[in-house]
């Protein structure tokens, strides 16, 4: 709940008062907050569509965190059919439960129509690309499917590899019930094939910096994967060593998408993208 006083130049309805003045708030949070009245002048609820005016004292019963204003997300590169952003850690691609914002939201601020067209893990950071268009999202929603956007990552996993490269093949079963993906060497029933490159770019031995060419994209395939030949990702607990994470007071897992590739059919509505690469440094944090 938060007091506070209109302070505008000119009466405006309340709808148009709330997006002014709290841009950052999600769009289904505000929807939410506008159907169930929940800003109050003198006690009364408050239409969406009803009058504001410059002295009014007007209480939010809406939860602070949705209050606070909010910075933009970090723009890589956008045209007219595309934005490219830097996700951070700890937010969702998409909405996946009911008013926890989610970073299509927080775009949407700035960028009405903006799509997802493929997700990276609540967890991971780096290179998310949105569509502008219908036309935009179908050529994009195809290539990731079709693998035609290289994907590439960088880690930090605990210990050193034998091999300073390698291309990995194993097998992937995933439970959808309990979020959670088992690795196979062999063809297990239900199980799907997935494949993972990767060079290790430096070490200090209790560590290791690779870079991952992800071939295939399954569900915490990255995570799940390096984790079954021995070196799980710093930081995850899911498929990693969670005593070694607490011990070095790490709380969140230390992979970044830092690259992506585009190749797209001559003629294309995006074919002038065929053959650029976006990329980003990872913003690792060993520090917890």
Same mark, same amino acid.
């Given at each position: 709940m938060?007091?506070?006083?209109?302070?505008?130049? #000119?009466?405006?309805?309340?709808?148009?008062?709330? $997006?002014?003045?709290?841009?950052?708030? +999600?769009?289904?949070?505000?929807? *939410?907050?506008?159907?169930?009245?929940?800003?109050?002048? /003198?006690?009364?609820?408050? %239409?969406?569509?009803?009058?504001? $005016?410059?002295?009014?004292?007007?209480?939010? $019963?809406? /939860?602070?965190? %949705?209050?606070?204003?909010?910075?933009k997300?970090e723009?890589?590169?956008?045209d007219?059919?595309?934005?490219?952003?830097? #996700?951070?850690?700890?937010?969702?691609?998409?909405?996946?439960?009911?008013?926890?914002?989610?970073?299509?939201?927080?775009?949407?601020?700035? $960028?009405?129509?903006?799509?997802?067209?493929?997700?990276?893990d609540?967890?991971?950071?780096? !290179?998310?690309?949105?569509?502008?268009?219908?036309?935009?999202?179908?050529?994009?929603?195809?290539?990731?499917?079709?693998?035609?956007?290289?994907?590439? %990552?960088?880690?930090?996993?605990?210990?050193? +590899? #034998?091999?300073?490269?390698?291309?990995?093949?194993?097998?992937?079963k *995933?439970?959808a019930?309990?979020?959670?993906?088992?690795?196979?060497?062999?063809?297990?029933?239900?199980?799907?094939?997935?494949?993972?490159?990767?060079?290790?770019?430096?070490?200090?031995?209790?560590?290791?910096?690779?870079?991952?060419?992800?071939?295939?994209?399954?569900?915490?395939?990255?995570?799940?994967?390096?984790?079954?030949?021995?070196?799980?990702?710093?930081? /995850?607990?899911?498929?990693?060593?969670?005593?070694?994470?607490k011990?070095?007071?790490?709380?969140?897992?230390?992979?970044?998408?830092?690259?992506?590739?585009?190749?797209? +059919?001559?003629?294309?509505?995006?074919? %002038?993208?065929?053959?650029?690469?976006f990329?980003?440094?990872?913003?690792?944090t !060993?520090?917890?």
């Amino acid at each position: 709940m938060r007091e506070i006083k209109a302070g505008i130049d #000119k009466p405006i309805s309340l709808q148009n008062f709330l $997006y002014r003045t709290y841009p950052a708030i +999600p769009p289904q949070i505000m929807r *939410k907050a506008l159907a169930n009245r929940d800003v109050r002048r /003198d006690g009364k609820r408050l %239409y969406a569509d009803e009058l504001i $005016y410059p002295d009014d004292v007007l209480m939010l $019963y809406i /939860d602070d965190k %949705y209050l606070d204003s909010g910075e933009k997300p970090e723009i890589v590169f956008e045209d007219k059919n595309i934005i490219i952003v830097n #996700k951070k850690p700890g937010i969702t691609v998409v909405e996946e439960r009911e008013g926890i914002p989610c970073l299509q939201d927080e775009l949407r601020v700035f $960028y009405p129509e903006a799509v997802a067209c493929h997700r990276l893990d609540y967890n991971t950071g780096g !290179l998310v690309v949105f569509a502008r268009n219908k036309q935009a999202q179908d050529l994009l929603e195809a290539a990731f499917r079709d693998r035609t956007v290289r994907k590439i %990552y960088r880690t930090l996993v605990w210990g050193k +590899p #034998k091999e300073g490269a390698a291309k990995l093949h194993a097998y992937l079963k *995933k439970d959808a019930q309990a979020s959670k993906v088992t690795i196979y060497d062999w063809a297990a029933p239900g199980a799907q094939l997935i494949e993972t490159e990767y060079a290790m770019l430096d070490s200090c031995g209790e560590y290791s910096l690779l870079e991952v060419d992800l071939i295939t994209g399954r569900t915490h395939q990255i995570r799940a994967h390096l984790a079954h030949i021995g070196y799980p990702v710093v930081g /995850d607990d899911r498929y990693g060593d969670r005593e070694k994470n607490k011990l070095w007071k790490i709380t969140r897992q230390q992979l970044w998408a830092t690259r992506v590739e585009f190749t797209f +059919p001559k003629g294309s509505a995006l074919g %002038y993208l065929s053959g650029r690469k976006f990329s980003v440094s990872p913003k690792f944090t !060993l520090n917890g």
